[in-house]
């Protein structure tokens, strides 16, 4: 449980972070400053950050495409991330990478994965490796309710039971795959039904209650570590903004929406459960609000002036460099 | 006639297509209520409603699964991978299920579909949103794989594809989706598959492009006339079966031969072009076989514009192998 006040606030000050970074990288985009495509987390920061905070320093963590809460609640900084998505060879892949692909080894940040379910099997192999190096190490893997969808997943959760590997798969069960609605894409809605099915203990958590995610993911980790085994958690959640920058969202009413967003955004639900608990007072959240824009204003700043990789890099890093 | 671009195009004929046929249909992710990500399938879910324009899960290998036990039905399946970056979940099922159930049943059965799917750079789209894979599908014996460069092409060529026994490989060049505009009829046509057009005329050298390279080559050309070296361009339209003799014919009259592609050089498709013409023309050559391709290397984030083949690096190659000695 999150017993204490500091806790509490840097947890709080992350899904600040994640807000504000992302509402200026949609603001940049528009700008040309940032290429590819570019999925934003905003509604889902509670399941990253309760997540993540459930997590050692040696556990191994695999993210989707839609990754930039994962990076930055796993530790990676603001700059880091923000140059990254500039293509700036600062950028936490130097640059390489973009949006979609966010890596960093000292973080055990196994990456966006840019292709629906092709964490999983990553993931998979990643605890199979920790298994038969005897590390004691966990693998969280998150992915959401459309990798359900992929042969991978499947494939991911028969390996993960068979050989009993310590993976914790983190389902973000957003309601939409991409554009369809999960009733429209999963022949069976209750998504735990399906790890059950492979003898993997599953449970669902509310995604939009930041306390419940950390307790709920605490709990699985536990297992996770005392069996050396798989457990899989749905955190129900729901995305506020498009599915990437060009979608005109034909498949969900603005009512919808706005519902979700007016009575489930999971930074006001935070604030109100802090404060009902009395571990925050009323000037607190605009404090660290202000904090993590100037944050954000200096990742854009430095991002900005730093280096694009230079065209000579072109060809370097696609095999090993030549050693002597 | 009528002004289009290729997304216009391309979902003209794939109306035409199913108000004629009832066997058509178009399956893919998000093809329906969104009507594509890049608003290929617009309209067709409303006209026709979801049990033929049919919006899938996040599954490719089903997708092109499914399509094939509905080919083999006499189906028309029209599935759209909507991204090509995306199909290699279902490379297993188009290897090893659609391009050889003819052969493998002695013709029993067949597997006609076509995969439409999005291909190819220079829109900022990253590593997995940019890919030209054109030569790990031709390499598949029973595919044809086609890649038109222009709306009326578009139009007409999938058409033909749609009309084709054979299962197809429908390549869109994403970057002139609504970049190349042009007239085209109304109502139903086609452009015969296996027929490149000469595009612009020479006699100096050859050059071959697709897709959007094309208008690349084309640029190069331009620039090449106005320092007197006159190339020829073709425009390949189907890449698999390709039109050798179009090829042969050009290069007997210009000794020379260039080819543009945005996959990496090394095994990609110009490869097998330059083993072609020197097996049917080596006599009538003058000077190697230039390609002019992206490089070997993933496809590059930021520098995808200096990855990609484009003019500046395709007009050095006329000029030097035009005065190439």
Not at chain 1, 244 to 255: F, G, L, P, T, V
Not at chain 1, 285 to 292: G, K, S
Not at chain 2, 193 to 222: C, F, K, P, W
Not at chain 2, 288 to 306: K, Q
Request: aromatic share 8%; net charge negative.
């Amino acid at each position: 449980m999150i017993a204490t006040r500091a806790r509490a606030l840097a947890l709080l000050e992350q899904m600040f972070l994640i807000r504000r970074l992302e509402e200026k990288c949609a603001e940049v985009y528009s700008a040309g400053k940032i290429r590819g495509f570019l999925h934003l987390y905003i509604g889902e920061e509670a399941v990253a950050v309760g997540a993540m905070a459930a997590l050692d320093a040696a556990d191994n963590v695999v993210a989707t495409y839609r990754e930039h809460g994962h990076a930055l609640a796993r530790g990676l900084t603001p700059t880091a991330v923000m140059a990254e998505m500039y293509g700036k060879a600062t950028g936490c892949s130097r640059g390489r990478g973009g949006s979609m692909h966010l890596f960093s080894t000292p973080h055990r940040f196994f990456g966006g994965h840019a292709i629906v379910g092709g964490g999983l099997p990553v993931a998979v192999g990643l605890a199979l490796a920790d298994s038969m190096l005897g590390r004691e190490g966990v693998t969280a893997c998150f992915f959401g309710d459309g990798a359900v969808d992929e042969g991978e997943f499947h494939e991911s959760l028969n390996l993960a039971a068979l050989w009993r590997l310590p993976v914790l798969f983190v389902c973000e069960n957003n309601l939409y795959a991409m554009g369809t609605a999960l009733e429209r894409h999963e022949s069976v809605t209750d998504l735990c039904v399906k790890p059950r099915a492979y003898g993997i203990p599953a449970e669902n958590v509310d995604g939009m209650d930041l306390f419940a995610v950390e307790a709920a993911t605490a709990h699985a980790v536990s297992e996770v570590r005392r069996h050396r085994s798989p457990f899989f958690l749905e955190a129900k959640t729901y995305r506020f903004r498009a599915h990437s920058m060009y979608d005109a969202e034909a498949y969900r009413s603005r009512e919808e929406v706005a519902e979700w967003a007016q009575k489930h955004d999971p930074i006001d639900l935070a604030v109100a459960e802090l404060t009902r608990r009395g571990l925050i007072d009323g000037a607190e959240p605009a404090a660290i609000d202000l904090r993590v824009r100037a944050a954000v204003e200096r990742a854009c700043e430095e991002a900005d002036a730093a280096p694009l990789e230079p065209v000579g890099d072109l060809l370097r890093d696609v095999l090993a460099p030549e050693v002597g | 006639m009528t002004q289009m671009n290729m997304v216009q195009a391309i979902n003209d004929a794939l109306r035409i297509a199913m108000r004629k046929d009832e066997r058509v249909v178009v399956m893919g992710e998000d093809v329906g209520k969104v009507g594509g990500v890049f608003r290929v399938t617009s309209g067709l879910y409303d006209e026709f409603g979801d049990a033929r324009v049919v919006d899938t899960p996040l599954s490719e290998g089903g997708i092109i699964g499914a399509a094939v036990g509905m080919a083999l039905y006499g189906m028309i399946p029209v599935p759209e991978i909507q991204f090509s970056d995306f199909i290699w979940p279902a490379y297993d099922q188009i290897v090893s299920e659609v391009a050889k159930y003819r052969y493998r049943s002695g013709g029993e059965y067949t597997s006609k579909m076509v995969i439409r799917t999005p291909v190819g750079g220079g829109i900022r789209g990253g590593h997995y949103h940019s890919q030209h894979p054109e030569a790990q599908f031709i390499h598949v014996a029973g595919l044809k794989v086609v890649c038109p460069s222009n709306p009326y092409d578009a139009k007409g060529m999938l058409l033909a594809s749609i009309a084709d026994p054979d299962p197809v490989l429908f390549f869109e060049p994403k970057r002139v989706y609504r970049a190349a505009k042009g007239d085209v009829p109304e109502g139903e046509y086609t452009v015969p598959l296996e027929s490149a057009a000469v595009v612009r005329e020479g006699r100096h050298v050859t050059v071959i492009a697709y897709g959007a390279m094309l208008y690349e080559a084309l640029d190069a050309a331009q620039k090449a006339a106005e320092q007197g070296i006159e190339a020829e361009v073709v425009d390949l339209r189907t890449l698999w079966p390709v039109d050798i003799e179009t090829i042969i014919a050009s290069v007997k009259r210009t000794g020379r031969l260039i080819i543009v592609h945005e996959a990496p050089k090394t095994c990609g498709f110009g490869s097998e072009l330059v083993s072609l013409v020197c097996e049917k023309a080596f006599y009538h050559l003058e000077a190697p076989p230039v390609r002019v391709t992206g490089y070997d290397t993933p496809f590059p984030y930021t520098l995808e514009m200096e990855y990609l083949p484009l003019s500046h690096r395709i007009l050095p190659a006329i000029l030097d192998t035009a005065r190439a000695v």
